[in-house]
């Protein structure tokens, strides 16, 4: 449980050996480069833009390959493989793949090249696939489209709104050009919204024919060919067919590069790591001669790189305390239990400068709590089981993905002991399984008690779990006051409180309010009574006097100290959020008790059997689901705003250091 003290470590070395150190800061993964020199005059910085939008476009161009591979030649994965990391590889094994880089790359340039040509051919065949269709309406026509006539004759070939049919477009050119009387009308084919037709008359009556169609809302096709339909539609579809070879062709020479997948990752992940250096290159302060770089580094490991780098590189390494006016960044270090809460403490925020790293108090309470809430002993069986599993089955799994489920393996064995305390395993399914289909009532004794029938007692315990949570972060909050020289601080902000806040409850548990809630009632000897009632007397006074210590005028310090006082009211708040405990508790017992109602009411049959265990299989799989999601938010929101509310503020920047930052492969460190 503690906050690693970092150093800042500055380094100053021939620029010969700058690609030699960079890459070794990669593989250490010790440093977090922070350049802050105090005088670069003299110094300048490298343009590195063309290089690394090199480098990114090649790792772009590998990822690109990876992903068409994916998706014409699928990599079989099993069904944890998602959880299982990225593999680890040997050095050497990557150092190969970089000496072969120009080779990986244009094998990656070659496969996005015949994607591109297989997008290429779709796009042609949707092309052609929209001419077959837009000849489908002229099949019967046994001239090309863009046909016009003989020598004496002209041939009108369009389409006309709706469906007249013969009798209609006779009608409508006798009603606009009756004179004419010499032409020929033929109806292709007809459709839900249009007419095709060709219409044959004499040179000179074409002007008047084509006017008289167009009031009937005739149009000559937007596009036109110089072949008869049906010929066309064959060629059309030779081209169809020889396209679909040529995308299966493409599709083959994909396929044949799929042994290079693990080679492009490997490719892509060196591209990425030299992108990255880079990224630090540029930043450098150099000379003609000389480079320098400064940045933090854990006070655990700074005497190793002092060492190596001075030794190895002939370079200048020196290493400063913090001073007071930087703020370093954060890296965390818990034991093994205590870390896997390490994420939900990321989420609200990591210490900040001078802060305490909670998580050991933390990951304790939020155990203890998550099982309370959830407190079914089946229910935290199945969840400590399937997190041990996949912790088991996939050591490499990344490490906060790892965190997270070794943190719900410890409270499902945290619900599985709730469970056997409370007695509630899948609710009530013993009792009803066999008094509905063996005929006699058998229960499992709770070790304590069974919420269900003693709801107000779960409450009570709810409370004072609540109120130890509340002083373990008042507690802290001293601690912290006393580690810092705060000893005002401590006794103004903390002892006060606690005496006002013991003194009030000593007051409150021998009066009947609390013996009807408790059904039983506390006596307190008279000088037990007389010590809390002055305990919460000189609690009160000295917060009204010395909250507001730091004001020099008498009146505002005490209405400062009024107002503080007032904020009591927000610890009665507190505490009372702790009824949630109650609340989940209970819900998840009750919903469990119904689920096993309902599935027992095909009673002792063959039908009932198969009922029970449909409805047992369904509801309980949603009673787990929602009641996990239901401890989880609920168990945070008891940290963040109640715990950490007392003592904690966060704010703390993540310890990000330089390193090979993969995405494909880890790289095994050397011994």
């Not at 469906?163 to 007809?190: C, H, N, R, V």
């Not at 250096?277 to 000379?287: A, F, R, S, V």
């Not at 005028?553 to 949630?580: C, E, H, K, P």
Request: glycine share 8%; aromatic share 10%; with cysteine.
């Amino acid at each position: 449980m503690a906050v690693l003290q970092m150093q800042r470590i500055s380094i100053c070395a021939m620029k010969k050996n700058r690609k030699a150190i960079l890459e070794r800061l990669q593989e250490l993964g010790a440093m977090e480069i922070d350049i802050q020199l105090e005088d670069d005059s003299g110094y300048k910085k490298m343009d590195i833009s063309s290089s690394k939008a090199t480098f990114e476009k090649q790792a772009q161009t590998a990822d690109r390959a990876l992903e068409i591979l994916q998706e014409y030649v699928p990599e079989k994965a099993g069904l944890l493989a998602s959880l299982n990391g990225k593999p680890l590889i040997d050095r050497d094994l990557f150092s190969k793949a970089a000496k072969g880089q120009d080779n990986y790359i244009e094998t990656a340039r070659r496969i996005v090249a015949l994607d591109k040509q297989i997008a290429e051919q779709k796009a042609n065949i949707q092309k052609i696939e929209n001419q077959i269709e837009a000849l489908v309406p002229w099949m019967g026509l046994t001239v090309p489209v863009s046909y016009t006539g003989t020598r004496k004759t002209t041939v009108l070939i369009g389409t006309i709104a709706g469906a007249p049919g013969l009798e209609g477009l006779y009608s409508l050119l006798a009603k606009y050009a009756p004179d004419i009387d010499a032409l020929d009308i033929q109806i292709i084919s007809t459709d839900k919204d249009y007419t095709y037709l060709a219409v044959v008359c004499l040179n000179r009556d074409v002007q008047a024919v084509e006017e008289a169609l167009r009031a009937g809302g005739f149009a000559k096709p937007a596009q036109t060919v110089n072949k008869v339909p049906a010929e066309y539609q064959k060629e059309l579809q030779s081209e169809l067919e020889a396209s679909a070879r040529q995308i299966e062709a493409l599709q083959k020479e994909i396929a044949d590069c799929a042994g290079s997948r693990q080679d492009l990752r490997m490719v892509s992940d060196y591209y990425r790591i030299r992108a990255e250096k880079y990224e630090i290159l540029g930043q450098l302060p150099q000379t003609k001669n000389t480079f320098a770089l400064s940045g933090y580094v854990p006070a655990y490991q700074a005497d190793k790189v002092v060492k190596e780098f001075s030794e190895k590189f002939d370079a200048v390494v020196e290493t400063e305390q913090i001073q007071e006016e930087e703020v370093p960044p954060i890296l965390l270090k818990n034991n093994s239990f205590s870390e896997s809460v390490e994420g939900v403490l990321a989420s609200f925020g990591l210490p900040g400068k001078g802060e305490m790293d909670p998580t050991f108090f933390t990951s304790v309470f939020y155990v203890f709590l998550f099982g309370l809430m959830l407190s079914d002993a089946a229910y935290g069986l199945i969840v400590a089981l399937a997190c041990g599993i996949l912790l088991i089955k996939c050591p490499c799994m990344a490490k906060n993905l790892q965190k997270s489920i070794k943190l719900f393996f410890w409270c499902g064995i945290s619900t599985l002991v709730w469970g056997v305390m409370f007695g509630g395993y899948f609710g009530d399914v013993v009792d009803v399984v066999s008094e509905t289909f063996f005929g006699h009532k058998v229960t499992i004794p709770a070790l304590w008690f069974v919420p269900l029938n003693d709801p107000m007692r779960l409450l009570l315990y709810s409370m004072l779990f609540g109120v130890i949570h509340l002083f373990t972060g008042l507690a802290l909050k001293g601690y912290m006051c006393i580690r810092d020289g705060r000893y005002m601080d401590f006794l103004c902000d903390c002892v006060l409180w606690f005496l006002l806040l013991v003194g009030l409850i000593g007051m409150l548990l021998p009066t009947e309010l609390f013996a009807g809630i408790a059904g039983a009632q506390i006596y307190f000897p008279d000088a037990l009574k007389a010590a809390v009632k002055w305990m919460a007397i000189i609690g009160a006074v000295g917060i009204v006097l010395m909250s507001g210590r730091e004001n020099k005028n008498f009146g505002v310090r005490i209405a400062l100290g009024a107002y503080d006082l007032y904020g009591m009211t927000s610890w009665l708040s507190d505490v009372l959020s702790y009824s949630r405990l109650l609340a989940l508790g209970l819900a998840t017992g009750v919903i469990a008790s119904v689920v096993n109602q309902m599935g027992s009411m095909g009673g002792r049959s063959i039908v009932g059997v198969i009922l029970f265990i449909v409805v047992f299989l369904i509801g309980h799989t949603f009673n787990i689901g929602i009641n996990l999601l239901g401890a989880y938010v609920h168990t945070c929101r008891l940290q963040y705003v109640e715990f950490f509310g007392k003592f904690y503020e966060g704010g703390g920047k993540a310890f990000e250091p330089f390193t090979l930052k993969t995405k494909y492969v880890d790289i095994k460190e050397e011994n």
